[in-house]
Nanobody
Framework: QVQLVESGGGLVQPGGSLRLSCAAS????????MAWYRQATGWQRELVAT???????TYADSVKGRFTISRDNAKNTVYLQMSSLKPEDTAVYYC????????????????WGLGTQVTVSS
């Protein structure tokens, strides 16, 4: 089993910055893609950013140029640096990991963290 623990959320003023972290632990053979999603109250969960095992990244149009996703493979950790935050960035942010848990099993499984609240307000 794989556990994901997010941290770094909180209350920040518009224009401010926050850095989210998500550490994966447990029976991990290799982590493929890592991603951040968010869900605002009354809205569906949406993809914010992804990072592949080789380091290539994708971003939602709404966060391009403001957010940066990165990963530390040695620590099985993914980060989301958020800058120039706007009230519309307010949401619960979820970490998502696609990982193989056995060397002899080529299947990869999807894992989710419990989420961390980010509130952007003056």
């Amino acid at each position: 089993q794989v556990q994901l623990v997010e941290s770094g959320g909180g209350l920040v003023q518009p224009g401010g910055s926050l850095r989210l972290s998500c550490a994966a632990s447990g029976s991990i053979f290799i982590i493929n893609a890592m991603a951040w999603y968010r869900q605002a109250t009354g809205w569906q969960r949406e993809l914010v950013a992804t990072i592949a095992s080789g380091g290539s990244t994708t971003y939602a149009d709404s966060v391009k140029g403001r957010f940066t996703i990165s990963r530390d493979n040695a620590k099985n950790t993914v980060y989301l640096q958020m800058s120039s935050l706007k009230p519309e960035d307010t949401a619960v942010y979820y970490c998502n990991v696609v990982a193989r848990i056995r060397a002899y099993d080529s299947r990869a499984y999807n894992y989710w963290g419990l989420g961390t609240q980010v509130t952007v307000s003056s």
